[in-house]
């Protein structure tokens, strides 16, 4: 049966403190557990923050980030990925296409893309963070994105899960702005937005 990771096991494996005898099990868990192994990121970026300038009281960002390592928000259910019925978006842009004649270190750390269907709309950002895979050494990305239109939902859920794979490994649920958040390994990914009626699928999305 895989390690559960609890919070005192994933700080000290972050400051570097953990038993040495631990380190390579520990290892093997985060590679199990992506929740387990975004709470270590978000731990790395939050006290990366507050160690880069003491001087100053932390940004407000910083300060909800903390907040959210001793109190992280449920995750949604999932059942419903595989339960209703799923339409597919178009991708209309992609930065890394747009861009590609003029390619650069700031275009290979960011992109953006814009997907519709009907009369919803979501458009996304992902960038590569300094944080690392603990296994692979990777670097990990972060996806930011809104959906528009009419068809919003008040409370919008997103699942991702593997391109062609109705299994979740990220689930969160967007803001009152219809705003989502999560932290990807480098892979190809589906993201499934629950909407008023059914399932907007963004199908294999590239995040290397």
Known sequence: MPRKLTDETIFAFADGTLP???HAAVTAAFRDDPAAARRLALYRSTARSVREDD????????V???KAIFTPAPEPSVAWVASLQRTI???IYDSRVQLAAV????TERRFELTYEQND???DLQAERLTTT???SGDPRWRLQGQIGGPNRPDELEVVVTRAGSETPIVATAADEGAYFCVELAPGRYDLHLKLADG?????????S
């Open 20 to 22: 040495a005898d631990e």
């Open 103 to 106: 390619r650069s270190a700031a």
């Open 89 to 91: 978006a178009e991708l």
């Open 199 to 207: 399932v907007l699928v963004l199908p294999d999305l590239d995040v």
């Open 120 to 122: 919803c709309s979501v």
């Open 55 to 62: 001087t100053v009281a932390p940004p407000a960002p910083t």
């Open 133 to 135: 895979e603990p296994e």
């Open 64 to 66: 909800v980030r903390a």
